[in-house]
């Protein structure tokens, strides 16, 4: 545990190191002076100024002494709602006002403002000028010549000079607009024109030239210049608060040493100004709460800087100690987990710097709040993968897995990647090639019996075929105490159960036959009916689907298990014979066989197996305490399992091959099983969470843990990930047409991080623990994406209703493929989200803002789940399904390039007579 400590201090003081290493400082002039002029609204708040803001003059007051040791004049943009207040009051600090009048489309409110501005000239003494309308030109409110009327109109009744505030190109392309006015009150905003906060300064000064040479001899103020503390880039503009700060300072100290006179956009932050890109709020030299943003002297730093390095370090630290939970765990493993702990730290800091640093209207606040919602889980199921991949690359080992206490003939190691012929073959011959005893040795003496095992095999219209096989694999088991039970419910078709019935004969009396019609409860009760029928002395229940092929050794190797009274339960995994049937169920194989040898053997670890309802053998006297099989659920194998567990029983599993079973026949089968899986899970979840509270059951810390982990890691993480698709669909048009709440990098970062980990976490583990080849392995990744579809319909549908009908998965090769495409609602989603993603390119040529490219990468991320699915759907219809086609297309490719030769066909046969050539008679 010392060098788990020694690993968490290491971690943290990398991660201090770091926010040192990064802390940002930049060089900018001093600036000790006064500014001679700031714009000023004295809007508060989020609501718009023509609704419900209205200042007060105790707000206006306090703003301009604010701002009097700062400014020598402000500029203000109306003179009605309110802001008429301002210039006494400015006068009462010494303030100049440069009053405006705001000119649109409304001609009543234009003359209200133009003779609000008048009345303002004429009673405030510190009024130094009035613009007549803000950009209305470039808005395209006003014509140039009317807007020179209205010009003409206030300067025949005040005494200050007057003229229009103006984008700096309208004033170079309409030179009458110039000569109409006292002054030239030009806006150079270099944000807004794409130019990088470097080249800022250097365009404003170019442009001033450029005023200066097309306008000789007249006044030229530069009516708004500025920079944005926060929001999204514009092509090369990038906001920020540095950006801001030396921006600005770096103006201050040019302007000031040419001469030009200047107005800076804008003292105070006006989060109402939502609706001018996500950039409008932020363009003050003052906060919203009136504090100032960076100090005009000295180096550009983050005040808040140490905070949030703090918060990143104490969440890092905080997140790391469950560490001290694990067992013995290695330096290798507490460094990951650590460094992935402080890495959410440090997202955490963002997240707070970002919510302390920005203003939200309602309708932002929900968007980052549903958003963040949404991101707990996603990183806590990436911290869990991460600390699986960190117990199975550098842990310790399993030590829980059972193996058998005598190591078995052959089958018992069978690896996973075992070929379905070795398999066969393997299961043939097993019992044929035991060792006999010598003739010569005497008879030993009889031995007791070991536990009687009583097997049940439910069936419904299952192939009689694929059946018997199964019951000639029990036949052969090499264990002297069992029966087994067939129980074929609700298949009144003859065709089905009378051959059973007859096999069932021929093997002997250890096999019991029933044929029960009407059952109710699904597979729970016909498995009811079978314990009905149970020999009064079977101490164990063993279970297996209808489709599997045991090996000769599976009783022998498991039951001992249960020479320990607190096994209440041993299990062992799935496997299947028929991978090779085609690419589909390669790859499908491919996919159950990680469940198996990952997830199941890492959860075995602390004894939270899922019980699967095969090749499992369950303590008879268990399954009484847990009340026996359920229908509650139509996962009345895992219901039964976790039932158990809460009763104290201990579980063991093994990851040995004792049964292979046989692969859903089609893609709309292997669809449906995920299905039932993911929709009895969350009635499980529905069923049982109660029992997951402290005392509830006899469920132990690390088992609650892995069991709620598991859900969100497998139910939460799919459905999670369609629902966050789903918005971002519907917010795509917002961020594309609307240009508002473009998600920002903190809520979008974390999803294409989580989708590396996952990536990861399947190849990284695939790699080291399931023994299939690597195309396999890429296979088994499609194959597992494509069901998050699936899965999400399963949790939403477990949401609204309780119960669903049984469905029986299609096995045996009798199921004849669906004429619909199995995968339609995943090409609706996957092309739709393709689609947004192009929108969004398009419609950020221009713009080039980097979370619009970021949020366009993540659609297509999330469109890949769904493109699986497609993809599978796609395979099993086409000629490429079939392994004949490879093998063909290998030797066709050998032969066109000389590394095979051409097969010739062999002599021709000597043509053979037709019908209407042979003689009646049989002969010539």
């Known amino acids: 545990m010392r060098a788990v400590v020694a690993v968490l201090i290491f971690v943290t003081?990398?991660?201090?190191?770091?926010?040192?290493?990064?802390?940002?400082?930049?060089?900018?002039?001093?600036?000790?002076?006064?500014?001679?002029?700031?714009?000023?609204?004295?809007?508060?708040?989020?609501?718009?100024?023509?609704?419900?803001?209205?200042?007060?003059?105790?707000?206006?007051?306090?703003?301009?002494?604010?701002?009097?040791?700062?400014?020598?004049?402000?500029?203000?943009?109306?003179?009605?709602?309110?802001?008429?207040?301002?210039?006494?009051?400015?006068?009462?600090?010494?303030?100049?006002?440069?009053?405006?009048?705001?000119?649109?489309?409304?001609?009543?409110?234009?003359?209200?403002?133009?003779?609000?501005?008048?009345?303002?000239?004429?009673?405030?003494?510190?009024?130094?000028?009035?613009?007549?309308?803000?950009?209305?030109?470039?808005?395209?409110?006003?014509?140039?010549?009317?807007?020179?009327?209205?010009?003409?109109?206030?300067?025949?009744?005040?005494?200050?000079?007057?003229?229009?505030?103006?984008?700096?190109?309208?004033?170079?392309?309409?030179p009458e607009l110039a000569s109409s006015v006292d002054f030239i009150a030009a806006h150079i905003l270099p944000y807004w024109e794409g130019f990088s906060d470097k080249q800022a300064v250097d365009q404003a000064l170019i442009i001033y030239q450029k005023l200066r040479d097309a306008f000789p001899g007249k006044r030229i103020v530069i009516a708004e210049f500025g920079w944005p503390s926060a929001g999204y880039n514009l092509k090369k503009a990038m906001p920020g608060p540095f950006e801001q700060a030396v921006t600005l300072r770096n103006f201050v100290h040019r302007a000031e040493a040419v001469g030009m006179e200047y107005n800076i956009v804008e003292a105070?932050?006006?989060?109402?100004?939502?609706?001018?890109?996500?950039?409008?709020?932020?363009?003050?030299?003052?906060?919203?709460?009136?504090?100032?943003?960076?100090?005009?002297?000295?180096?550009?730093?983050?005040?808040?800087?140490?905070?949030?390095?703090?918060?990143?370090?104490?969440?890092?630290?905080?997140?790391?100690?469950?560490?001290?939970?694990?067992?013995?765990?290695?330096?290798?493993?507490?460094?990951?987990?650590?460094?992935?702990?402080?890495?959410?730290?440090?997202?955490?800091?963002?997240?707070?710097?970002?919510?302390?640093?920005?203003?939200?209207?309602?309708?932002?606040?929900?968007?980052?709040?549903?958003?963040?919602?949404?991101?707990?889980?996603?990183?806590?199921?990436?911290?869990?993968?991460?600390?699986?991949?960190?117990?199975?690359?550098?842990?310790?080992?399993?030590?829980?897995?059972?193996?058998?206490?005598?190591?078995?003939?052959?089958?018992?190691?069978?690896?996973?990647?075992?070929?379905?012929?070795?398999?066969?073959?393997?299961?043939?011959t097993d019992a044929a090639d035991a060792p006999l005893s010598p003739a010569a040795e005497p008879e030993p003496a009889a031995a007791p019996l070991p536990p009687k095992v009583s097997i049940h095999i439910p069936a419904y219209f299952e192939p009689p075929e694929m059946l018997k096989q199964t019951l000639d694999a029990l036949a052969r088991l090499d264990y002297p105490n069992f029966e087994c039970v067939v129980i074929i419910n609700n298949t009144p078709d003859p065709a089905f159960t009378q051959p059973i019935q007859d096999h069932c004969r021929e093997l002997g009396e250890r096999f019991k036959f029933i044929n029960a019609e009407k059952v109710q409860g699904f597979k729970a009760g016909a498995l009811r009916i079978a314990m009905e029928r149970t020999a009064a002395d079977a101490e164990i229940i063993g279970i297996i689907d209808a489709d599997y092929v045991v090996t000769p050794n599976w009783l022998k190797d498991l039951v001992p298990a249960f020479d320990d009274p607190r096994v209440g339960l041993v299990q062992a995994p799935q496997e299947h014979r028929d991978g090779d049937r085609s690419l589909m169920h390669y790859i499908m194989n491919g996919e159950y066989a990680g469940f198996f040898d990952i997830g199941m053997v890492q959860r075995n670890e602390v004894n939270g197996i899922i019980v699967h309802g095969t090749m499992c053998l369950i303590r008879r006297a268990a399954m009484d305490m847990a009340g026996g099989w359920s229908s509650d659920t139509i996962c009345e194998d895992s219901d039964l399992g976790l039932e158990i567990m809460e009763h104290g029983w201990l579980t063991h599993y093994t990851n040995t091959r004792y049964g292979f079973g046989l692969l859903p026949d089609t893609y709309e089968a292997f669809k449906k099983q995920r299905h039932r899986w993911a929709y009895g899970g969350f009635q499980i979840i529905k069923k049982h969470w109660r029992r997951f509270m402290p005392g509830a059951s006899r469920l132990t810390p690390d088992q609650r843990r892995e069991f709620a982990l598991g859900w969100l890691n497998w139910l939460g993480a799919e459905s999670i990930g369609v629902v966050?698709?789903?918005?971002?669909?519907?917010?795509?048009?917002?961020?594309?047409?609307?240009?508002?709440?473009?998600?920002?990098k903190i809520l979008t970062l974390p999803i294409i991080a989580s989708f590396v980990v996952t990536l990861m976490h399947f190849l990284v583990l695939y790699r080291l623990r399931v023994a299939i080849k690597v195309p396999q392995m890429l296979g088994a990744m499609i194959a597992a994406m494509s069901v998050q579809w699936t899965v999400s319909r399963a949790v939403a549908q477990g949401l609204i209703t309780e119960h669903l009908a049984f469905a029986r998965t299609s096995k045996g090769g009798l199921t004849m493929m669906s004429v619909e495409f199995q995968a339609f609602w995943e090409a609706v989603i996957g092309v739709l989200l393709l689609v947004g993603a192009a929108v969004l390119l398009a419609s950020n040529a221009y713009r080039e803002i980097h979370e619009i490219y970021i949020f366009a990468g993540v659609l297509v991320l999330q469109s890949l789940p769904f493109l699986a699915a497609v993809a599978i759907a796609i395979l099993e219809n086409s000629r490429i399904n079939s392994f004949a086609f490879w093998r063909n297309t290998g030797i066709r490719t050998a032969e066109l390039i000389g590394l095979r030769p051409v097969g010739l066909p062999g002599a021709i046969p000597a043509r053979q007579p037709v019908g209407s050539e042979l003689p009646k008679d049989g002969v010539r």
Do not use: C
Not at 98 to 107: C, P
Not at 269 to 282: S, T
Not at 314 to 335: D, K, N, W
């Open 13 to 174: 003081a990398v991660h201090a190191g770091l926010w040192g290493l990064l802390r940002e400082s930049q060089p900018a002039p001093d600036f000790r002076g006064v500014l001679p002029s700031v714009s000023y609204a004295p809007f508060d708040g989020t609501g718009h100024p023509d609704v419900d803001n209205i200042p007060t003059t105790e707000r206006i007051r306090s703003d301009l002494k604010t701002l009097a040791p700062m400014s020598k004049a402000i500029r203000l943009y109306s003179s009605t709602g309110g802001v008429e207040l301002v210039p006494p009051i400015a006068n009462e600090v010494g303030l100049k006002v440069t009053v405006g009048a705001w000119i649109d489309k409304n001609l009543d409110r234009n003359e209200r403002e133009m003779q609000a501005a008048i009345e303002l000239s004429k009673r405030n003494n510190n009024v130094n000028g009035i613009v007549v309308g803000n950009e209305t030109i470039y808005r395209g409110e006003q014509k140039v010549e009317d807007l020179i009327k209205l010009i003409q109109r206030v300067k025949g009744q005040v005494n200050v000079p007057v003229t229009t505030g103006e984008i700096w190109n309208i004033w170079i392309e309409h």
């Open 268 to 428: 105070i932050d006006q989060p109402w100004k939502f609706f001018e890109g996500g950039v409008g709020p932020y363009w003050g030299i003052l906060n919203a709460s009136r504090e100032p943003k960076f100090n005009w002297t000295g180096p550009v730093v983050n005040k808040d800087y140490w905070k949030l390095a703090t918060v990143a370090l104490l969440v890092g630290f905080l997140l790391s100690t469950p560490i001290f939970r694990l067992t013995r765990p290695t330096m290798m493993q507490a460094l990951l987990l650590s460094a992935a702990a402080n890495g959410v730290g440090a997202w955490v800091a963002t997240v707070f710097a970002y919510w302390t640093g920005h203003y939200f209207v309602w309708g932002s606040a929900f968007a980052l709040t549903l958003g963040l919602t949404l991101l707990v889980p996603l990183v806590l199921i990436a911290m869990a993968r991460i600390e699986e991949i960190a117990a199975i690359a550098f842990g310790r080992g399993p030590r829980r897995l059972w193996k058998a206490p005598e190591a078995s003939a052959d089958m018992a190691a069978l690896p996973a990647a075992a070929a379905p012929s070795e398999i066969k073959s393997l299961a043939a």
């Open 724 to 744: 966050v698709a789903l918005l971002n669909l519907i917010w795509v048009p917002i961020v594309a047409f609307a240009d508002i709440a473009i998600p920002d």
